[in-house]
């Protein structure tokens, strides 16, 4: 019994210590890394058929978007399948 009383309050104290650090990475984020976490892009890692999406050619240098990923321009990928390409990013 006594243990459900106190579930709340231990609850309350770990969100509070988790918005403190969310609240200090993004203090330390400077406005390109911020604008950058709303950049969504197509994933150009993983395989997928040819000719399904004509622009898949304009995603052809995976470097280039490695870059953005690790300089904080994109903040996201989409339409990837496969964890290994997840784990190379």
Request: charged residues 20%; hydrophobic residues 45%; without cysteine.
């Amino acid at each position: 019994m006594a243990g459900m009383m106190m579930a709340p309050r231990i609850a309350a104290a770990q969100a509070q210590a988790n918005l403190s650090r969310v609240d200090a990475l993004i203090a330390r984020m400077t406005i390109e890394e911020k604008a950058g976490q709303l950049n969504l892009m197509n994933d150009p890692f993983r395989w997928r058929p040819e000719g399904i999406n004509p622009g898949d050619a304009l995603d052809s240098d995976q470097s280039q978007t490695a870059a953005d990923i690790k300089a904080g321009r994109i903040g996201a990928l989409f339409n990837g399948v496969g964890a290994a390409s997840t784990r190379y990013v």
